[in-house]
């Protein structure tokens, strides 16, 4: 077999018919590099860099996708390079990117045919900076950009998980936290009636996401600080990938309701028989109810009920996240400075600032 890589002609929408058909065959499939996620994600924050969509085959047939952009800069505000990055790395908390392979067997032919399209004079470039990696991912073998003056790749969060086994109840790991848990959730939906759900419409999505962006916000800015949602462009990503990753069978947006009206949300995403947890608020009034530990609870059980295999609480080393589990894994980094003269001098470069090298970085990152 011999993989040939093209360049994508008309983006995304040239890529609806088969993108997320390789994405459900692939190794470990994540939401955050579906056609519905990168599609909105490069309509919103793609502009001025150059999209290199790429479609792996063999013959006529489909095996593997990645989709990376090259944008222009200055390294240190002098140097000017051409960089390289994932579309999805930045602004919206993706994780699990990769070079997307169909079929098992075929990863070290498709890394080989990555590596030598890059080292094509059109396809250059001088610094790669790929975030969003977990361990296991294809792009952080060395070969995978082509050749190179420098390879790093670090640690720079942390991202817990849970297994999800049939037969087993889902409980928090501390007996008299678990009987919180369960005492607060009666309280709040068998006698105080509340409703959990799952959103299944997008006349629902509006509302649900209303709630998470002002009560996400008035938590943290109680706190001081800005808030995930203080941008206009990441409110308007959530409303435009949410419809998106409905129609897609991949949204998990899931409420706890008064009424009409929701007094806890969490934005997920579904791929792969995992739940991805990606942003969750409450209503302050409600705090002393424990909104947030009641709705986590009854998604969990959902999600075992469904047959999801493993719930992912994304990065981030925050307490509530380990009394539920004590597994976890790194998210992954990988810089790498490229070929020739001007490859050299970013190695130099980031050296010298402290940004090329093995060394782990712990703190949170905002989503």
């Not at 539920?324 to 010298?352: D, Q, S």
Request: glycine residues 10%; hydrophobic residues 40%; contains cysteine.
């Amino acid at each position: 077999m011999s993989i040939e890589i093209d360049v994508v002609e008309g983006g995304f929408a040239a890529a609806a018919g088969w993108w997320d058909s390789l994405l459900d065959r692939s190794m470990r499939p994540s939401p955050f590099a579906s056609h519905a996620w990168l599609g909105t994600w490069w309509d919103l924050y793609g502009k001025d860099a150059r999209l290199l969509l790429l479609r792996l085959r063999d013959g006529a047939r489909e095996v593997g996708g990645g989709a990376f952009f090259l944008r222009a800069r200055r390294l240190k505000g002098v140097l000017p390079v051409r960089e390289l990055r994932l579309v999805g790395d930045r602004h919206a908390g993706s994780e699990g990117l990769d070079l997307l392979v169909a079929e098992r067997g075929l990863e070290d032919e498709a890394v080989r045919a990555l590596g030598h399209f890059f080292t094509t004079a059109e396809q250059a470039w001088d610094v790669a900076h790929l975030e969003g990696l977990r361990p296991g991912a294809l792009l952080l073998r060395p070969e995978a950009l082509g050749k190179s003056s420098s390879v790093s790749v670090r640690a720079v969060n942390r991202c817990p998980f849970l297994r999800l086994q049939t037969g087993r109840p889902v409980t928090p790991l501390r007996k008299h936290f678990a009987s919180r848990v369960a005492r607060k959730s009666r309280r709040l939906i068998d006698r105080g009636g509340m409703r959990f759900a799952r959103c299944s419409s997008e006349a629902e999505i509006d509302t649900l996401l209303g709630a998470l962006f002002a009560d996400h916000q008035r938590r943290w800015q109680g706190r001081g600080e800005r808030g995930a949602f203080a941008a206009d462009a990441k409110r308007h990503f959530y409303r435009r990938v949410a419809p998106a990753l409905l129609r897609a069978g991949r949204l998990e947006l899931f409420g706890l309701w008064e009424g009409e009206r929701p007094r806890a949300v969490l934005f997920g995403a579904s791929a792969g028989g995992t739940l991805f947890y990606l942003q969750s608020a409450f209503d302050p009034e409600l705090a002393s109810h424990g909104p947030g530990n009641v709705l986590m609870f009854q998604i969990l059980r959902e999600a075992q009920a469904r047959g999801f295999e493993r719930f992912d609480f994304m990065k981030g080393d925050e307490s509530y996240k380990f009394r539920w589990t004590t597994e976890e894994e790194p998210l992954l980094l990988r810089r790498t400075a490229g070929r020739g003269w001007r490859g050299r001098l970013v190695k130099a470069a980031l050296t010298l600032s402290g940004r090329l090298g093995d060394r782990p970085a712990t703190s949170r990152a905002s989503t």
